[in-house]
Every structure is written in structure tokens, then in C-alpha cells.
T-cell receptor, first 112, second 113 residues
Framework: QKEVEQNSGPLSVPEGAIASLNCTYS??????FFWYRQYSGKSPELIMS????GDKEDGRFTAQLNKASQYVSLLIRDSQPSDSATYLC????????????FGQGTTLQVKP | DTAVSQTPKYLVTQMGNDKSIKCEQN?????MYWYKQDSKKFLKIMFS???????INETVPNRFSPKSPDKAHLNLHINSLELGDSAVYFC????????????FGDGTRLSIL
């Protein structure tokens, strides 16, 4: 089992729709969860961090965390073509080294 | 003023050569990391340093040697380059607390001929 799993996609949504990206992780005692956005040929850019169960909203982005189910998701409301990118889920596991473990990323395509 | 800067951005070299990649940060962060992103875009940690001390040393060939001359710099030296070393190498930084997010540099695209 991979430590952090994402569906590689591509996930295709029409402009203005809600895009839902999902991620599961295997280390039950993980405490820190992040979503990064990576445009083709660019570096990963942090868009959300979440540490507690529940929802965290920032503009059009909402991160959701369910530690019991070991599941973290990212919702993008009113999706825009500029949101088309690869979204990387990342988890800091149980070690106290800050080791960040990435999923393989989900490619999102927002069609105008 | 770039927060995490890497040099060079592109590196094309022959198999067997030795090369270095440099990273500098002006965020005042205590911890710096090296990641490798392969052709399938999978991003994997290689090393981390906290205040010049090696913290994470993943299963990486010993041809790869990180060096941190001070808190703001972390370099990666690669000996005897192989075809499989072709990838994008990212430097990242975070504040001292191990739960904090990491901020990435622009990457160095290494191509081995």
C-alpha cells in the first residue's frame, strides 16, 4: 500500500463547476496535511494546510480532513481554466523529522 | 527577491561527470530539504538539514552528498552521474517546527546525455 494515494486522473470539470480531489494516507498518526498545486514545468505551490478534523476554507478552496477514515480532500469551487494543474496531496507522518510524503498527484483539467 | 533560489535552473551533462546544485533561502527558515521529481512526476524526499545538521537521509545512492555551509544554504553534489539521475531536483524550506509546510524553489532540471 502506498503511503499517500491519489487518483492520477485526469479529472475533467467544466468551468464554474466544483472540482473534488481526494487523497488517502496510511500512517494513522499523521498530523499535518497539505495540498500543493503544480503547473507543468513549475514548482509545487502550497495552497492549503490542514491539521484538525473538519473543513478549512480559503477563498474558492476547501480542505476537508477525516482522520478516522484517513482521508483528506480538496474542493475547488467555481473552477477556472487557470486551475488546470496537478494537485499534490502531502502528509507529514509520525516521525518527528518533518518528512513530507507526497501522493502521485491528480491532474485537473477545467474546460472553458 | 526570490525566497528559495536554486542554481542552475538547467543542467545538461554527460554520464560519469560530477555536478553540484546550489540552494539559497532568505526566509530565515531553519530546515532545508532536497527532493527529486522523476519523469512520472512523483516527488520524493532525499535529504533534510536543520541548522546545518543532517536530519533526513533517505535511501539515496552515496553518489549524492548534501552539504549545508550555513543555515541559509544547502547544496547537492552528485558524483559519477548516471542516466537514471535525470530528473528535476527541488530545494524546499520550512520553519523549525516539523509540522509546518514546506516552500519550494523553482527546481533544477538535470539531463544526463
Amino acid at each position: 500500500q502506498k503511503e499517500v494515494e491519489q487518483n492520477s486522473g485526469p479529472l475533467s470539470v467544466p468551468e464554474g463547476a466544483i472540482a473534488s480531489l481526494n487523497c488517502t494516507y496510511s500512517d494513522r498518526v499523521s498530523q499535518s496535511f497539505f495540498w500543493y498545486r503544480q503547473y507543468s514545468g513549475k514548482s509545487p505551490e502550497l495552497i492549503m494546510s490542514i491539521y484538525s478534523n473538519g473543513d478549512k476554507e480559503d477563498g474558492r478552496f476547501t480542505a476537508q480532513l477525516n482522520k478516522a477514515s484517513q482521508y483528506v480532500s480538496l474542493l475547488i469551487r467555481d473552477s477556472q481554466p487557470s486551475d488546470s494543474a496537478t494537485y499534490l496531496c502531502a502528509v507529514i507522518g509520525s516521525s518527528n523529522t518533518g518528512k513530507l510524503i507526497f501522493g502521485q498527484g491528480t491532474t485537473l483539467q477545467v474546460k472553458p | 527577491d526570490t525566497a528559495v533560489s536554486q542554481t542552475p535552473k538547467y543542467l545538461v551533462t554527460q554520464m560519469g561527470n560530477d555536478k553540484s546544485i546550489k540552494c539559497e533561502q532568505n526566509l530565515g527558515h531553519d530546515t532545508m530539504y532536497w527532493y527529486k521529481q522523476d519523469s512520472k512526476k512523483f516527488l520524493k524526499i532525499m535529504f533534510s538539514y536543520n541548522n546545518k545538521e543532517l536530519i533526513i537521509n533517505e535511501t539515496v545512492p552515496n553518489r549524492f552528498s548534501p552539504k549545508s555551509p550555513d543555515k541559509a544554504h544547502l547544496n547537492l553534489h552528485i558524483n559519477s552521474l548516471e542516466l537514471g539521475d535525470s530528473a528535476v531536483y527541488f530545494c524546499a524550506t520550512s520553519s523549525g517546527q516539523t509540522t509546518q509546510p514546506q516552500h519550494f524553489g523553482d527546481g533544477t532540471r538535470l539531463s544526463i546525455l
